[in-house]
T-cell receptor, first 116, second 113 residues
C-alpha cells in the first residue's frame, strides 16, 4: 500500500480566513513533505519533516505554517493568504534517507486551494 | 543548486508507437532519478526510478536509462496506449528520501488512438 491521503480535496478561502490542510500516511514513512504546484508547472518543495522535525524550509512565507503532530500526520496551517497562493498543495512521504540510501517519494492527490 | 532540463515539453504519438522523454541534470552529486506521471486532477504517481549505480531499468513497457558521464537520463515508453496520456515529470535528488527533489518542467504526452 503506497497511499497518501489528503483532506480536503478542494478549499476556497478568503484572505482573512484561517484554514488547515491535512495529510496522512500509514506506510511507516518517517519523512513527509509539502509541495505547491501551480497550473502547468512542476511541484515546488515547501517543507520537509524528518522524524517529526522540520528539516527543510524553502524560504516559505510565514502565512504558511507546517506541523507534524506524529509520524503519520502532517498539517499545513494557512492564514492571511493572497490570491497568488491559489494552487494545488501536494503532500508526499518517504522513508528517511539518513543512511544516504535514496527512497521513493509517494504523493497524495492534493488539495486544490482557491484564495478569493 | 541542482537544475533539471526536460525535453520535449509536448509530445504527440500514435497508439502503439514509442515515446522518449529526455532530461539533463547539473549536479554531479545527484544519485536518484525518479519519473512521475500526473493525470489531470491527480497527484504525481511514481512510475519508475533509477539510482546512479545502475545504467538501465525496465518495468514492462517502461524503461529508464541513465548516463552519468553526460548527466542525462531518459524515459522510454513502448507500445503506447491512450491511457499513457498524461504529464510526465523527471526529477533528480542528491540522496532521495528526505533530500530535495528537483523536477523538470514536464512533458505533456498525448497518445492518439
Amino acid at each position: 500500500d503506497t497511499e497518501v491521503t489528503q483532506t480536503p480535496k478542494h478549499l476556497v478561502m478568503g484572505m482573512t480566513n484561517k484554514k488547515s490542510l491535512k495529510c496522512e500516511q500509514h506506510m511507516g514513512h518517517r519523512a513527509m513533505y509539502w509541495y505547491k504546484q501551480k497550473a502547468k508547472k512542476p511541484p515546488e518543495l515547501m517543507f520537509v519533516y524528518s522524524y517529526e522535525k522540520l528539516s527543510i524550509n524553502e524560504s516559505v512565507p510565514s502565512r504558511f505554517s507546517p506541523e507534524c503532530p506524529n509520524s503519520s500526520l502532517l498539517n499545513l496551517h494557512l492564514h492571511a493568504l493572497q490570491p497568488e497562493d491559489s494552487a494545488l498543495y501536494l503532500c508526499a512521504s518517504s522513508q528517511d534517507s539518513r543512511q544516504g540510501v535514496p527512497y521513493e517519494q509517494y504523493f497524495g492527490p492534493g488539495t486544490r486551494l482557491t484564495v478569493t | 543548486g541542482e537544475n533539471v532540463e526536460q525535453h520535449p515539453s509536448t509530445l504527440s504519438v500514435q497508439e502503439g508507437d514509442s515515446a522518449v522523454i529526455k532530461c539533463t541534470y547539473s549536479d554531479s552529486a545527484s544519485n536518484y532519478f525518479p519519473w512521475y506521471k500526473q493525470e489531470l486532477g491527480k497527484g504525481p504517481q511514481l512510475i519508475i526510478d533509477i539510482r546512479s549505480n545502475v545504467g538501465e531499468k525496465k518495468d514492462q513497457r517502461i524503461a529508464v536509462t541513465l548516463n552519468k558521464t553526460a548527466k542525462h537520463f531518459s524515459l522510454h515508453i513502448t507500445e503506447t496506449q491512450p491511457e499513457d496520456s498524461a504529464v510526465y515529470f523527471c526529477a533528480a535528488s542528491r540522496r532521495g528520501g528526505s533530500e530535495k527533489l528537483v523536477f523538470g518542467k514536464g512533458t505533456k504526452l498525448t497518445v492518439n488512438p
